[in-house]
């Protein structure tokens, strides 16, 4: 069983959607990341959090420690939100991150 | 500021060939990271490094070296080139804390095949 699960693999909505990737993982961790990776291929860093929720535009990130489960919400989806997102956790101690799969998103016109 | 820049962004070897990959960060960072990217998979470490002059195992590191003269210069080499190794690579950086998580900033890859 890989440490860091996301779900789902691959989404496809219309724009304005609401749309939610879950993350789970089953390590100790310090912290989580979200990152999102374009179809061009660069990796950009979205959210580094360790408890409770950010936001930062039309991205809302949530973690829940105790059930070890964190969120990625895009409101009012926009066909230029495609991209892969990944989650990762940093492990506890270490400056190392374990990567999950990757949640391919798809925003249709 | 250029970020992270990694070189070449594309490159085709033949099995057997050595070839040399370049990360170069402009940040002043203590931490560098080498990763590959396949299909279906996520990102895997490779080799890292918590300051100049140091190097460690990631999770996949066999096949690979990787040195670290230059604080701002992380280079993985590949000795031998097998075609388990046609992969895209990342390079990325970040600040060293401790041991404390920080964002790590990515470059934009190097997508290589071994034939």
């Known amino acids: 069983k890989n440490e860091v699960e996301q779900s789902p693999q691959n989404l496809t909505a219309q724009e304005g959607e609401f749309i939610t990737i879950n993350c789970s993982y089953s390590v100790g961790i310090s912290a989580l990341h979200w990152l999102q990776q374009h179809p061009g291929g660069g990796i950009v860093s979205l959210f580094m959090l360790s408890s409770g929720k950010k936001k930062h535009g039309r991205l809302i990130a949530t973690i829940n420690i105790q059930e070890k489960h964190s969120s990625l919400h895009i409101t009012a989806s926009h066909p230029r939100d495609s991209a892969v997102y990944i989650c990762a956790v940093g492990i506890q101690g270490a400056q190392k991150l374990v990567f999950g799969q990757g949640t391919r998103l798809t925003i249709n016109p | 500021n250029a970020g992270v820049t990694q070189t070449p962004k594309f490159r085709v070897l033949k099995t057997g060939q050595s070839m040399t990959l370049l990360c170069a960060q402009d940040m002043n960072h203590e931490y560098m990271y080498w990763y590959r990217q396949d299909p279906g998979m996520g990102l895997r470490l490779i080799h890292y490094s918590v300051g100049e002059g140091t190097t460690a195992k990631g999770e996949v590191p066999d096949g690979y070296n990787v040195s670290r003269l230059k604080k701002q210069n992380f280079l993985l080499g590949l000795e031998s080139a097998a075609p388990s190794q046609t992969s895209v690579y990342f390079c990325?950086?970040?600040?060293?804390?401790?041991?404390?998580?920080?964002?790590?900033?990515f470059g934009d890859g190097t997508r290589l095949s071994i034939l």
């Open positions: 990325a950086s970040s600040y060293g804390s401790r041991g404390r998580n920080q964002p790590q900033h």
